[in-house]
């Protein structure tokens, strides 16, 4: 099934970079920016965490949180934000079982590449844990900057 603006986006609980378990109900009362990447330390997810980071205290003050996934370990994603200064969380779903409840984890295609791989997308959630919006194949480099004013011309 796919997920469309109005669902309720499905919760979920997953280690952070900090060994910490998490779960997406605890942010309730808060909007959320859920964004799934490919791979810690790549170009176009390092520069993606980079402009979420330059904005971070932006979203902090719309009662936003920013949280990114990918199926990096939880070694990897705390090298990746050491690194880049990100002060957000990063949560690991190395098996893809909450990439698969968000439909942006592509499945192989044949047998001479039997990877899967991670379409970059994002989704707003609100207060109440409802999607009100959602980016699909997302500009790592533009991205942040549309999320922060998007969220600022939701009605509250």
Same mark, same amino acid.
């Given at each position: /099934?796919?997920?469309?603006?109005?669902? *309720?986006? !499905?919760?979920?609980?997953?280690?952070?970079?900090?060994?910490?378990?998490?779960?997406?109900?605890?942010?309730?009362?808060?909007?959320?920016?859920?964004? *799934?990447? !490919?791979?810690?330390?790549?170009?176009?997810?390092? $520069?993606?965490? $980079?402009?979420?980071?330059?904005?971070?205290?932006?979203?902090?003050? &719309?009662?936003?949180?920013?949280?990114?996934?990918? /199926?990096?370990?939880?070694?990897?994603?705390?090298?990746?934000? /050491? &690194?880049? #200064?990100? !002060? *957000?969380?990063?949560?690991?779903?190395?098996?893809?079982?909450?990439?698969?409840?968000?439909?942006?984890? &592509?499945?192989?295609? #044949?047998?001479?590449?039997?990877?899967?791989?991670?379409?970059?997308?994002? *989704?707003?959630? #609100?207060?109440?844990?409802?999607?009100?919006?959602?980016?699909?194949?997302?500009? !790592?480099?533009?991205?942040?900057?549309?999320?922060?004013?998007?969220?600022?011309?939701?009605?509250?």
């Amino acid at each position: /099934m796919l997920l469309e603006i109005g669902d *309720f986006a !499905p919760d979920f609980t997953l280690v952070s970079d900090e060994g910490k378990t998490i779960s997406l109900k605890d942010f309730r009362g808060k909007r959320v920016v859920l964004y *799934f990447y !490919p791979k810690d330390g790549t170009s176009g997810c390092t $520069r993606e965490a $980079r402009e979420f980071s330059k904005l971070h205290e932006k979203f902090r003050k &719309e009662n936003t949180a920013i949280i990114g996934i990918s /199926m990096d370990d939880v070694e990897s994603h705390r090298k990746f934000k /050491m &690194e880049n #200064n990100i !002060p *957000f969380i990063l949560l690991s779903d190395p098996e893809g079982e909450v990439l698969k409840k968000y439909g942006v984890l &592509e499945e192989p295609v #044949n047998k001479e590449a039997p990877y899967r791989s991670v379409v970059r997308t994002t *989704f707003l959630i #609100n207060e109440d844990g409802r999607i009100v919006k959602i980016y699909k194949r997302v500009n !790592p480099k533009s991205h942040a900057e549309a999320c922060l004013l998007d969220l600022k011309s939701l009605t509250r």
